[in-house]
């Protein structure tokens, strides 16, 4: 079977599906289309399946005419019928993998996924975990939901494997097309063949790997790496503060050592898909061994609680200017979680306004790139517009986001006073009404 797939691949005679299409699974099927495989995207949202198969682009990281020319190719569709699993080879699962509210990991969304491609895989298929998750999961939850509703036999009859998806969205060098990959499969053929696959999608490297729970854990370390030095950066930078010390003035004499050190910069938290999430995964499977990741927590805790912290400190600067922060109008520049993206997926920037309505401030946004948000029982539309008379309306600028298409020059001009939590506004030279994180 393994050779009888490997000419199909070489010959790029296999039909490619992927499940979920997202700011992950678009931008994989649309690779896969374009190197010249037939490929089929999956999902529940009829909104996107739609759009798809319009040729219309949703996500900042395809490019609309590949996306229009691959859709009129034939190369690409979109389906929210399952059942075409049955004319798949090669599945990758690119589906979200939240926390609840108990900030405990959801994978209700990989569960339901392997359940519906167990009811129409074929003999000989080929399916990928993408999705950021626990070490253990590909293992322990999948192959036993797909060889249950199968029938089949894992290593024998289908090929397994998980391969993290490496995304940074507004990334303007590394894509999907030109990011390494690596491969962790159930066995030495599945291995073999899922990295083959990657070799045609993709120009960067395919590292293998001896299983998929290395392949887990080292998109685990990946993220919570940068967790804990931001945690680090973080709490320095609150240190900094109380000693009258500038945090990123320090970051820079750093960062001048041209070994040993790599530079993390503070702000009001961490979001986005991965970072902020992948360590809750990792400390979670963790407590299964009874082993607490001390070090790791240390620095979510940090992490989380610097939305307050910078409602803190905006509180301390309305203070000082008389004002209670209770009735003050506060700008919130920025709720993408971060710079020139349209993504507000666990924006550190939210959860600011939601601090700050807590304490009944008066809060508006502005973000060129996120025109409105909703989250939970929260939805705001932002400002349309920013000019003189709407800076010199509000009492407070936090900038929360450092969007590089906003006119900072005309903010500090106009500003009664600018909290700046990210730095932006570092080229200004007259700095009298700003105060850094």
């Not at 899922?194 to 998109?219: C, F, N, Q, T």
């Not at 240390?298 to 939305?307: E, L, Q």
Request: negative net charge; contains cysteine.
């Amino acid at each position: 079977m393994k050779e009888i797939l490997m000419s199909k691949i070489l010959e790029k005679e296999i039909v490619c599906g992927v499940i979920g299409l997202g700011y992950v699974g678009l931008p994989l099927a649309v690779e896969k289309a374009k190197a010249g495989f037939k490929t089929i995207g999956f999902d529940i949202q009829c909104e996107k399946v739609d759009l798809v198969n319009q040729g219309i682009n949703y996500i900042g990281d395809v490019v609309d005419e590949e996306l229009k020319q691959i859709v009129e190719s034939n190369l690409l569709s979109a389906t929210t019928d399952f059942s075409f699993i049955k004319d798949v080879d090669f599945v990758a699962i690119c589906v979200p993998t939240p926390l609840d509210e108990h900030q405990q990991p959801d994978i209700s969304f990989v569960k339901n996924s392997a359940l519906e491609i167990s009811k129409y895989m074929k003999m000989g298929c080929i399916v990928v975990l993408e999705s950021t998750t626990y070490p253990g999961t590909t293992e322990e939850l999948l192959k036993p939901i797909l060889e249950s509703g199968s029938g089949l036999i894992c290593g024998k009859d289908f090929f397994l494997g998980f391969s993290p998806e490496r995304v940074d969205p507004g990334n303007i060098i590394y894509k999907t097309k030109n990011t390494p990959k690596v491969v962790g499969a159930i066995g030495e053929d599945a291995s073999e063949i899922i990295s083959s696959i990657y070799r045609l999608i993709i120009d960067g490297d395919v590292k293998e790997v001896s299983s998929p729970a290395v392949a887990e854990m080292e998109k685990i370390l990946e993220n919570t790496y940068r967790n804990v030095n931001i945690g680090l950066v973080n709490e320095l930078a609150i240190l900094c503060n109380k000693m009258n010390i500038n945090i990123w003035e320090v970051i820079d004499a750093a960062k001048t050592k041209p070994y040993g050190y790599q530079a993390f910069y503070p702000g009001p938290g961490l979001g986005g898909h991965c970072i902020p999430l992948d360590p809750y995964y990792l400390s979670w499977k963790a407590r299964e061994y009874g082993f607490h990741t001390n070090m790791i927590e240390s620095s979510m805790i940090i992490n989380d609680k610097m939305p307050e912290y910078c409602v803190e400190r905006a509180m301390h600067i309305l203070n000082r200017m008389k004002k209670a922060i209770n009735g003050s109008k506060i700008l919130v520049l920025g709720v993408a979680y971060k710079q020139d993206i349209d993504d507000f997926r666990e924006s550190p920037s939210v959860r600011v306004i939601e601090e700050l309505l807590k304490v009944e401030a008066c809060v508006d946004y502005y973000d060129p790139w996120v025109d409105s948000f909703k989250k939970n029982n929260l939805s705001m539309n932002g400002l349309k517009e920013l000019n003189e008379l709407v800076i010199k309306n509000y009492d407070l600028v936090i900038v929360a986001t450092a969007h590089s298409n906003v006119d900072y020059k005309l903010i500090q001009e106009n500003a009664k006073f600018i909290f700046d939590t990210k730095n932006a506004m570092k080229n200004i030279c007259t700095r009298d009404n700003i105060e850094l994180l």
